[in-house]
């Protein structure tokens, strides 16, 4: 099984607000399609020029506060429309999306795991995540994303794709998770726009992380995605950075080609 | 706590595929917020000629069963859809919508209850629909709909908004449940179409229940909204049926006026 997170960056302009890319969506779609072909694909999908943008317009942020719950409500409705739109272009692709907002997936403070126990630090709900598993194996794509969520007492909080994909890793152990970008994959400087190909754990610690955050980028850009990538093949999943913009990229997966920046769990 | 279902036959033109009811969910939604700076608002929205129209296409009921994937698929994400389409209008009313996906409050087979206790007919998530009534006392308006959804192996069925409207009146006891419709409320029958202002449980066992079907109906028309009707009165709960495309006679539920049906739980 594989997870693929659709970067906000690929698939809006995160500069304008409500912007979609849809034909880079389509492209990418029939790469995934592809894939889906071979293995079941589990997709998580960023929020954006939607759910990214309003996040900050309304200062949001992954930690549980009493946001303003008009920005709560505006966040978690522009990842509805959003995801509908992705949902639109998947299936145009071929792709028999489930749709699964992460509300489906984790318990809040208001509604505990039956008893009270923690799961595990993402408080999600095991049999939902492994129902997850079940129904890409039955051949359908769920579709995952980041999203505004409802924790207790007028507190929200922003639950991140990055996030959902270190749960979804860490519970479901699929043989790759990929995070298509609008970058080639992890460069060794800002300057020299070089691509660093393959990291394994000694590699990781000794490099300066380059943070690419965009203005409107609430959750931390580029260095948010390393530490994801760091957490998940410290989990023993293998980690694939791939510009989503060159989705033959994506194929070429297939063929254990890896044009990109690739971590290793070993 | 008032519950109110926005009908699918009210909020889409059922005839008409993908066709939405902009102006006249506009209007239902203005008076909808006037009700909710009264008091906590839970909304239900049915399918019409988004899910209704696919279910039917793919010959989809509310009896689990390996059903077409791709209609599954199709269901799901016209639901998606339109919900967005719902929550667009009801922001522009001034609504602060919380999105609550029906899988967020049901459990499957695949994803049972904890120990695989059953919490009820309705395989309702008890913590998650108390939770509902908490998001709404909060300030919020939790909008839920109709939905296909996974069962287990394969196999997936259709849970109406109707269903929806009787779980959460069975679990909440909102002090009223509400069904917009496009007509003014039950008929004693369809020549006379006079109306029925007032029902209780005994006046409910002798009359003759006219089936309001449109070709496109999957759920059972005018039938199984007495059937909800019955149900939620049964428990306690008072029903209004009344005319969505009539607005007016929503806002007058904060003067006590009912013109439309009632049925008294008494």
Chains 1, 2 share one sequence.
Not at 32 to 54: A, D
Not at 210 to 227: E, H, S, Y
Not at 232 to 237: A, E, F, M, R, T
Request: charged share 20%.
């Amino acid at each position: 099984m594989i997870l693929i997170k659709l970067g906000g960056s690929v698939i809006t302009d995160k500069s304008v607000p409500l912007s979609f890319s849809k034909d880079v969506v389509y492209k990418m779609g029939e790469a995934i399609y592809g894939l889906s072909e071979s293995e079941p694909v589990i997709l998580v999908h960023g929020g954006g020029s939607f759910g990214h943008y309003y996040s900050v317009q309304y200062d949001m942020h992954t930690k549980p506060r009493r946001y303003s719950l008009d920005g709560f409500a505006i966040v978690r409705n522009s990842m509805v429309k959003l995801n509908s739109l992705i949902l639109d272009v998947l299936a145009q692709c071929g792709l028999r999306t489930y749709c699964c907002p992460p509300s489906v997936l984790v318990y809040s403070n208001d509604a505990p795991y039956h008893d009270g126990s923690i799961t595990n630090k993402y408080n999600a709900i095991p049999e939902r995540v492994q129902e997850l598993q079940t129904i890409a194996k039955s051949g359908m794509c769920p579709v995952l994303y980041g999203d505004a969520m409802w924790h207790k007492d007028k507190m929200s909080y922003i639950l991140s794709g990055d996030v959902i994909m270190s749960m979804l890793s860490e519970m479901l152990h699929p043989r790759l998770a990929v995070f298509t970008m609008d970058v080639d994959g992890l460069y060794t400087s800002m300057e020299s726009k070089k691509i660093i190909p393959k990291v394994d754990a000694q590699r990781l610690a000794e490099f300066n992380i380059t943070d690419d955050t965009q203005k409107n980028d609430v959750t931390g850009g580029m260095v948010r995605k390393v530490r994801a990538a760091t957490e998940i093949s410290s989990n023993g999943v293998d980690v694939f950075f791939v510009n989503g913009k060159k989705p033959d990229r994506l194929t070429n997966i297939l063929h254990n080609k890896y044009a990109g920046t690739y971590f290793s769990s070993d």
